[in-house]
């Protein structure tokens, strides 16, 4: 069944054809459409889990600006998104709709530009601001004809992204992070005239929030999120924004446990692992609701993030990186306030980094149940925490899943749900007991918890507490 948008692009069409202009699907739609045809025809298992673009994007050309706004009003309305742009919406629908424009650079921000609206412009004129030929396709939407100025579907065919213009590309520097992006998501090799192009341009001037959609689309829409990052090394772009994962390359570790490589190689196949576990992640995390899945994909890219100033050998030639974990959460928190401003999302961040080795160091030695109910209470989100642990262990060369650690692990967290589950010791029980708030009282809470954790019953965990309190030793540390 064809949806709203759908029905109502082909009305504006039909209305705009007998004006004598024409109307097309441009950018992303196009592009995806075509790629969900092209997979549709190869064997199943052969394509990458492309999430495929759900928003309809039309441009009118051969009328004027008056005339399409008569239109739009006549089918229910116009909404200007942004009149002197060319950009309308239709009340009740999501359809982006605008008109031709040639776009001039002002400056050297991702919105320093001076707009002009062109009606009669041309398909191919209009096309050259695109950013990749794949994006650069139209598709008329009453005939299905394809207008193809530059190459597009032959690069979509061969699997490749390559750049539409020279000197209108490197106007917005936004786009180098865009190809990166592509390229993780649709698994495409970026031309290396491309590559080269993107060598030469300043991403300094960027705003953060620009950065973060392109780098959570890689996370969260891409097979091998991997991609993105090395991407942006081989365009010797990632010193400006992600420094701290530059810092990673070359940092060396054991080849017995780490036969994979460097830091940063460990780091990229953990990201990839990681992604296998996201759709696990939504449902998990009940810190950071529906974003549980992106903070799980920060953490695995932030997780060993501390190795760089940590990495040494010992006396006995044998590296490490002792309190990795710790020094890693100082180096998150920079990481994270340069490209977001989201302060939960970073405390979940810091939180998993702070834990990461925990689950599989416990499982290894076999730790007791109070050890592990501790992590697990330590912890914003317990069984995201559990998939990074996986996800770190199969981020090697060697890795296989620890099935024993994986079982120890997860009976562990059913064990610990069940005792947090029971009745506790709550502040109001200790004031029916006569406990007066004071300076000790917080602490006599906080022994209650202890006890909680260790599976003592409420009432005997009650008991204990108000003799712990009674014993006057939270005065005496106190003092």
Known sequence: MENKDFIMARAIAEAVGKQGGRTFFVGGYVRDRIMDEQRSEEPAGTTENIIMNKDIDIEIHGILPEQLEQILDDLGGRTEMGKSFGIYGLKGCSLDI??????????????????????????AKAARRRDFTVNAMMEDVLTGEIVDPYGGLQDLESG????????????????????????????????????????????TALPSERV????????????????????????????????????????????????????????????????????GAKYAGSALSSSSALGFMLAALCHDLGKAVTTA?????????????????????????????????????????????????????????????????????PEGLLLLARADNLGRTDAVINEAYETFL?????????????????????????????????????????LRLAGIPKEEALRQTMAYGASGFCQKKKR
């Open 313 to 381: 050998a010992g006396e006995d030639g044998r590296i490490h990186a002792l309190g990795h974990e710790t020094k890693g959460i100082e180096i998150a928190e920079g990481f994270m306030g340069r490209i977001t401003g989201n302060r939960k999302l970073t405390a979940y961040v810091k939180n998993m980094i702070w834990l990461h080795m925990k689950p599989n160091m416990l499982a290894g030695a076999m730790s007791k149940e109070k050890s592990t109910n501790k992590m697990f209470d330590q912890s914003q989100d």
């Open 160 to 203: 490749i992204l390559r750049h539409v213009d020279s000197s209108s590309f490197i106007e917005d520097p936004l786009r180098v992070l865009r190809g990166a992006q592509f390229a993780a998501r649709f698994g495409f090799p970026v031309a290396p005239e491309t590559v080269e192009l993107c060598k030469t341009m300043d991403l």
């Open 98 to 123: 605008a008109m031709p424009r040639k776009e001039t650079a002002t400056g050297r921000g991702h919105r320093d530009f001076q707009v002009y609206v062109d009606p009669f412009l041309g398909p």
């Open 212 to 279: 973060f959609g392109e780098l959570e689309k890689a996370l969260l829409k891409a097979a091998r999120p991997s991609v993105f990052f090395q991407v942006l090394r081989e365009m010797d772009q990632l010193s400006d924004w992600f420094p701290e994962l530059s810092a990673l390359m070359g940092v060396e570790q054991s080849p017995v446990h780490h036969p994979e490589g460097d830091v940063w190689n460990h780091t990229m196949l953990v990201l990839d692992q990681a992604a296998k576990l996201r759709d």
């Open 410 to 450: 997860y009976d562990r967290l059913c064990r610990y749900r069940e005792i947090m589950d029971r009745p506790f010791v709550k502040g109001e029980d200790l004031v029916k007991e006569g406990m007066k708030p004071g300076p000790a009282f917080k602490e006599c809470l906080a022994y209650a918890h202890k």
